[in-house]
């Protein structure tokens, strides 16, 4: 599998956090370049919740400078999902039970596999960090994720496939780097229509979360900015950013 050109490469034996690996190198980097920690002493999730991180996990950070408006910037959420799904495909040999969760989730066979946290650094115009989870041999238990969360899954138990962080790491780079390519050329559009033929629960029931109300709804469509629009008793609702429940 060939490495993508463009990309920087660095494997560390230990980490605090490679979103905190990526703040202190940013500065000092002339393209993106991917950052995998083999292990990590302080991994985190959204929201600042601790990421539970077994050896034998992946836990890696892209850290690059786009040159696009915020608003565009945070889009590559979607790009890192289908990047992800895409590496699994190609790894796993299938599909099957894959399906993306709104906004940063990677799920199998109904449980959450991977994670996604996007950070800025230094400010607008500044670098980004994507942040990456993925359980690849071993999952947190039920009773570490907060209550009523999808139950979190490994890549080995559920498709019997041991990947290594370096294996998902080159998948996962290559992935990566294409449909950035499709992204930065074609815009969202096409992103967008590729994260919706993957999406969890479309057209179902689903529970948006957020500090101080919670909405339930028909999950419509991710919209041209990312949003999640839900059809309620009240009307058309589109969410910038909330946890979903099923």
């Given at each position: 599998?060939?490495?993508?050109e463009g990309y920087g490469k660095r494997v560390l034996a230990e980490v605090d956090s490679t979103n905190a690996e990526a703040a202190r190198i940013a500065a000092d980097l002339s393209g993106p370049e991917w950052i995998l920690g083999l292990t990590q002493t302080a991994a985190r999730g959204r929201r600042g919740r601790a990421w539970v991180n077994p050896l034998g996990n992946f836990a890696g950070t892209l850290v690059m400078r786009p040159s696009e408006t915020p608003d565009v910037v945070a889009l590559r959420s979607f790009v890192a999902a289908l990047a992800l799904y895409d590496a699994f495909e190609k790894l796993t040999g299938t599909s099957a039970g894959l399906a993306?969760?709104?906004?940063n989730d990677v799920l199998l066979n109904g449980g959450k596999v991977a994670g996604i946290l996007l950070e800025g650094i230094g400010g607008p115009g500044g670098h980004l960090a994507i942040g990456i989870g993925i359980n690849l041999i071993a999952a947190p238990e039920v009773s570490q994720v907060e209550a009523g969360a999808v139950?979190?899954?490994s890549l080995l138990a559920e498709?019997?496939?041991?990947?290594?962080?370096?294996?998902m790491l080159e998948a996962l780079a290559q992935a990566y780097a294409e449909r950035e390519a499709s992204f930065v050329t074609y815009g969202f559009a096409p992103i967008r229509q590729a994260?919706?033929?993957?999406?969890?629960?479309?057209?179902e029931a689903v529970t948006a979360r957020m500090p101080g109300r919670e909405v339930t709804g028909t999950f419509e469509e991710v919209d041209a900015q990312g949003n999640l629009v839900l059809k309620?008793?009240?009307?058309r609702e589109e969410i910038a950013a909330a946890d979903v429940f099923f």
């Open positions: 599998m060939a490495w993508p993306l969760k709104w906004p139950a979190p899954v498709t019997g496939k041991r990947v290594s962080p370096e294996q994260w919706m033929e993957r999406a969890a629960r479309l057209g309620t008793a009240k009307g």
